[in-house]
């Protein structure tokens, strides 16, 4: 059976509806900036990095969905336009500038122009997260919420060296089986790594898996790994074995 694949403004939804393990959600896909607004050499400059989009996440997610014949909704905006992983009314919703390099289109931010990205990027978004996962929920079988995200391997004067995080907040016992899984394919996992979602940076999947009642984990992947497409398609099928080993729920709320 052939994936859809449908093209949305604000995103695109990759795979196969039915009762796939997996529902697989990439917030920061696309480093596209849509018209009306224009970029410069410099802004595209920065999209082109980790600062613009999650190098390599959308690749893996593909193959991931392939592999386990699974539906993935993935944004076709840059995080840079408006942060799809946070909350309308979070400061870093939309930065207008990045290590002191102060971007061309959201130079001049206005609160309506502001409006104008959340209403026809980040809610459509978000709407079309929800209306997969509410569909997916009641269809036989337990289903994983997982938000796909990549890292660079130095920020600033840090120097990250684990491989892959996986991210949770009330599905410890669930994090502690997949990490345990990915170990086992030589991988360096860490917990909670480079972010915790116990400090509130795992939006996307906290809000669509509380809302209703999934259960939802992040993953958090070295750009070093996934920096070229056999590279990324090769992570996509070892996360896809990781992932059918692990018994996704004891129960809905320690997992």
Request: net charge positive.
């Amino acid at each position: 059976m052939k994936p859809i694949h449908e093209i949305h403004e604000s995103h695109e939804v990759y795979g196969f509806p039915g009762k796939g393990p997996l529902l697989v959600t990439c917030e920061h896909s696309s480093r596209r900036i849509p018209a009306p607004l224009r970029t410069t050499r410099t802004d595209r400059n920065w999209l082109a990095t980790h600062w613009g989009w999650d190098i390599g996440a959308r690749t893996v997610c593909r193959e991931l969905i392939r592999q386990t014949q699974s539906l993935g909704v993935f944004a076709r905006f840059s995080r840079l336009l408006c942060d799809a992983n946070r909350a309308p009314d979070h400061q870093h919703l939309i930065r207008c500038a990045v290590e002191g390099s102060v971007l061309s289109f959201n130079k001049r931010l206005t609160i309506e122009e502001v409006d104008r990205r959340l209403e026809k990027y980040h809610a459509p978004y978000h709407a079309a997260v929800d209306h997969a996962v509410a569909q997916r929920i009641n269809s036989p079988g337990d289903v994983l919420l997982l938000a796909v995200h990549s890292f660079t391997p130095q920020f600033g004067e840090e120097k990250r060296t684990m491989d892959l995080g996986v991210l949770y907040d009330p599905f410890e016992s669930v994090a502690l089986r997949l990490q345990a899984e990915i170990a086992k394919t030589g991988l360096n996992v860490a917990l909670n790594e480079p972010y915790s979602a116990k400090d509130g940076l795992m939006y996307a999947a906290t809000r669509h898996g509380d809302e209703h009642g999934a259960v939802y984990l992040e993953l958090e992947l070295n750009q070093k790994l996934i920096g070229t497409a056999p590279d990324a398609r090769k992570m996509g099928r070892t996360l896809a074995t990781a992932l059918r080993n692990i018994r996704l729920r004891v129960n809905p709320v320690s997992g």
